[in-house]
């Protein structure tokens, strides 16, 4: 038995018996993260501006539950283009005191809208800290995987993430948030983490994909995080050039893998033919705007929310009186604390941050499958969403690609929709366009709905590289767009056809095609 990775486990154990004696209540810890960012960022241009003097003196000196009415009573709910409009701009063009104290030498580039390509996510200091220190919790939770070995603590983590190299923008710097915490690793579990600072550094990921396989066969690798499609990936190409059958032959010791950024079970199956043994999996729901939630014990449903650790989080019940059909936010809209939600519905997501987000509405939908324990799962986009393996895929970007291609190529375009859809072991989307004219050249289509995309959409022109292997164009005439519509009881102005199909949809739009002549084949 290794004598270190025997300590560690018990040091685990023993951090997770403490930390649990000591929690206090979802709504106690909420209120006091809120106290916590209000006070650090009251003298900020923001703060003083929305009166977090007067919200903090009513968490402190208030009757209960006053504070959060105040806080929404006083500060506005923002989207990405509002608060970057009116605020974080400033603080990218180097000004202090914005949003969060001082000056923000860190942006993490996220999927954008149509307006941009690519947004400014401010990551602070204390961001860093805070997904550190999760990080580091999510560590210890692996105490309660009693079956674990004690030597597995002394393997090595592979983290397969964004380049450390970061855009040095004069001002800041800037590149994927897997980048900026890799690069922020603390000393002492350097020894530990691979693929290492070199290759860490690499921004091609198709070398840095060949570099890690070269080397794989050095490391003795316990743990793995990164998004699903990349390492599977990875670790088709290691079982291809060591002319392998499993991963497992390579690293025996693989035992855990961390995943988030999207949804695993679309990669189950192909994931484990790679495996000769199950490994356990946990999920994370780490975001551009921090560290969010993560799986806490074996067998849970969902993710523990962070709630005392620089995230304050408010709820949106999402449903049609706080959105319209779009997904676009209402005014006035309910909003709720961690206490006031209900199981199995659906809310939206709002999050005021360590990181000088305030109210902000992250476009994300969850789900709380145990409100005592603030366990959720994710359970899709407030619009309408297409990521299969990272591409993140927004009707925005969807939208102004046909507006750019039609009039290029003279079509009139009314109606479309896309679907994902699994191709060899990896994914392709499957485009249909209708169109007035008769003759339309489908190939020519298929090339400029793709090459708009790669430049309306960062995250789409990678995974265009890799995971998403292609992209199918089906041409139809607009009718048969409305006579689904027909057939479904939806025509009328207050109906409109769904840009995106999933799951069970995708399957009765076929059959409709089929049905009705416009497809000869499913």
């Known amino acids: 038995m290794a004598l270190v990775g025997s300590l560690l486990k018990k040091g685990i154990l023993f951090s997770n018996i403490v930390a649990n004696r000591k929690k206090a209540s979802l709504h106690q810890q909420q209120k006091k993260t809120l106290a916590k960012l209000l006070g650090k960022a009251r003298y900020t241009e923001f703060g003083e501006k929305y009166n977090f003097d007067e919200v903090l003196s009513s968490i402190l000196f208030g009757q209960q539950g006053a504070f959060y009415e105040e806080y929404k009573k006083t500060v506005p709910i923002f989207d990405y283009n509002k608060i970057f409009n009116e605020w974080w701009h400033r603080s990218l063009d180097g000004e202090k005191d914005i949003c969060w104290p001082g000056q923000i030498k860190y942006y993490a580039l996220s999927s954008g809208t149509s307006e941009a390509a690519t947004k400014h996510i401010p990551v602070t200091k204390a961001m860093s800290k805070a997904i550190q220190k999760t990080s580091i919790r999510q560590i210890l939770s692996l105490g309660h995987y009693k079956d674990l070995p004690n030597d597995l603590y002394e393997k090595g983590f592979l983290m397969l993430g964004g380049s450390t190299n970061l855009s040095n923008q004069d001002k800041h710097f800037e590149g994927d948030l897997s980048g900026i915490t890799a690069k922020q690793i603390p000393y002492w579990f350097r020894p530990y983490y691979k693929p290492g600072e070199k290759i860490a550094a690499q921004k091609d990921w198709g070398i840095k994909l060949e570099e890690i396989t070269k080397q794989a066969h050095e490391w003795d690798i316990g743990f793995i995080v990164g998004v699903p499609a990349w390492i599977q990936l990875l670790m088709e190409k290691i079982i291809a050039h060591y002319n392998v059958k499993t991963i497992h032959d390579i690293w025996p010791n693989l035992q855990v893998f961390a995943h988030g950024g999207v949804s695993f079970e679309p990669y189950r199956k192909g994931f484990e033919k790679l495996l000769a043994k199950p490994l356990i999996y946990i999920n994370t729901y780490l975001a551009s705007e921090g560290f969010i939630a993560y799986q806490t014990r074996p067998g849970a449903q969902g993710m523990e929310l962070v709630c005392d650790n620089g995230i304050f989080f408010e709820f949106i019940p999402f449903n049609e009186k706080n959105f319209d059909s779009d997904g676009t936010l209402k005014k006035d809209a309910e909003t709720l604390m961690v206490d006031q939600v209900e199981e199995g519905k659906e809310y939206a997501l709002l999050l005021s941050t360590c990181s000088g987000a305030w109210r902000y509405l992250i476009g994300d939908t969850i789900r709380f499958v145990d409100k005592q324990r603030g366990e959720i799962q994710i359970t899709g986009r407030t619009k309408h969403y297409l990521s299969l393996c990272g591409e993140h895929l927004s009707v925005d970007n969807m939208n102004k690609a046909i507006d750019l291609v039609s009039n290029e190529m003279g079509l009139t375009v009314k109606e479309f929709t896309v679907c994902g859809i699994p191709h060899d072991s990896l994914f392709a989307h499957h485009w249909y366009v209708g169109v007035e004219e008769e003759?339309?050249?489908?190939?020519?289509?298929?090339?400029?709905?793709?090459?708009?995309?790669?430049?309306?959409?960062?995250?789409?022109?990678?995974?265009?590289?890799?995971?998403?292997?292609?992209?199918?164009?089906?041409?139809?005439?607009?009718?048969?767009?409305?006579?689904?519509?027909?057939?479904?009881?939806?025509?009328?102005?207050?109906?409109?056809?769904?840009?995106?199909?999933?799951?069970?949809?995708?399957?009765?739009?076929?059959a409709y095609l089929k049905a009705n002549g416009y497809v000869k084949e499913d």
Do not use: C
């Open 439 to 510: 003759h339309v050249d489908t190939e020519l289509l298929k090339k400029k709905i793709d090459e708009r995309l790669s430049e309306l959409n960062d995250d789409y022109a990678v995974e265009r590289r890799h995971a998403l292997k292609d992209v199918f164009v089906t041409v139809l005439p607009n009718k048969a767009f409305y006579g689904w519509m027909e057939s479904k009881g939806k025509m009328g102005g207050q109906h409109k056809f769904p840009r995106v199909f999933k799951n069970f949809m995708i399957d009765d739009w076929k």
